[in-house]
C-alpha cells in the first residue's frame, strides 16, 4: 500500500511575521499640556474644529486606539448619565468609563453639528472617518501647537497611561481601565511615573 505524504510548499518559517522596527520618535507619549495645546489648536482650524478637538480629547481621556474611536458609535454613549462603553481591540477588555463635562459638552455639540448619523465621527458625507483621517488630525494639531516632533494618535493612548499612572492610581485599575489583557502592558506606564520617588528626597 503507498503511503502518500502532503509536502507544503513553502518553509513556516517564510510565514513568520517581520521583526517590529525600532520606533523613531523622540518619544512615545504626550505631556498633559501638549494635549490640551493639541485641542485648542485643533478646535480652531477648518470647518471642523469642534469634532477634532472632541476627538483628541476622547483618545486621551479613556487611551482610545484610532480603530477603536473610528467604530465608536452613538448607541455606546449615555449623555443623559455620563457614561461611554469602550469597545476594545486586540483582544482588549471592554468597560464602561464616567464621561466628564467637557466630553459632553463637547460631544452634545457634535451630535447637534452631525445629526441623523450613527457613528460619533463621521465626514461632510456622514461616513465613519478613516484611519488615515485620524493620523493626519492629529499630526495637523501637534504641528499647529508647537510641538517639537510629529504627533502621532497612538501617542495619546500612552499619554492617558502615563497620566493615570503619575496621579498614583492603581496599576490594576489603570489595566482595566486601558484594557490591557496582560499587566505587563499596564507596568510600563507606573515604572516611569515619578510618583514613585517623590519621598526619596524631603528638602
Given at each position: ?8 510548499p ?9 521583526p ?5 520618535r ?37 487611551g482610545?486606539?484610532?480603530?477603536e ?5 452613538w448607541t ?6 455620563g ?21 459632553l ?52 493612548r ?10 498614583g ?16 502592558h499596564?507596568?510600563?506606564y507606573?515604572?516611569m ?11
Amino acid at each position: 500500500m503507498l503511503q502518500i505524504t502532503a509536502q507544503l510548499p513553502f518553509s513556516a518559517k517564510l510565514f513568520s511575521p517581520p521583526p517590529k522596527k525600532p520606533s523613531t520618535r523622540e518619544r512615545e507619549y504626550l505631556r498633559s499640556p501638549e494635549v490640551k495645546a493639541m485641542i485648542r489648536a485643533a478646535k480652531k482650524v477648518g470647518r471642523h474644529g469642534v469634532r477634532d478637538g472632541a476627538m483628541i480629547l476622547l483618545m486621551f481621556r479613556h487611551g482610545l486606539r484610532t480603530a477603536e474611536l473610528v467604530a465608536l458609535r452613538w448607541t455606546q454613549i449615555d449623555l443623559a448619565d455620563g457614561y461611554i462603553e469602550v469597545h476594545r481591540v486586540k483582544n482588549g477588555r471592554d468597560s464602561i468609563h464616567p464621561l466628564r463635562s467637557p466630553e459632553l459638552r463637547a460631544l452634545r455639540q457634535i451630535q447637534r453639528d452631525y445629526a441623523d448619523t450613527s457613528y460619533v465621527f463621521v465626514s461632510e458625507r456622514k461616513a465613519p472617518l478613516s484611519n488615515r483621517s485620524i493620523r493626519h488630525i492629529i499630526t495637523r494639531a501637534g504641528e499647529l501647537a508647537g510641538l517639537p516632533f510629529q504627533a502621532h494618535p497612538h501617542q495619546l493612548r500612552h499619554a492617558c497611561g502615563y497620566y493615570l499612572a503619575a496621579q498614583g492610581h492603581d496599576t490594576r485599575a489603570i489595566q482595566d481601565y486601558l484594557g490591557h489583557k496582560n499587566i505587563h502592558h499596564t507596568v510600563r506606564y507606573t515604572q516611569m511615573s515619578p510618583q514613585r520617588f517623590e519621598n526619596f528626597w524631603m528638602d
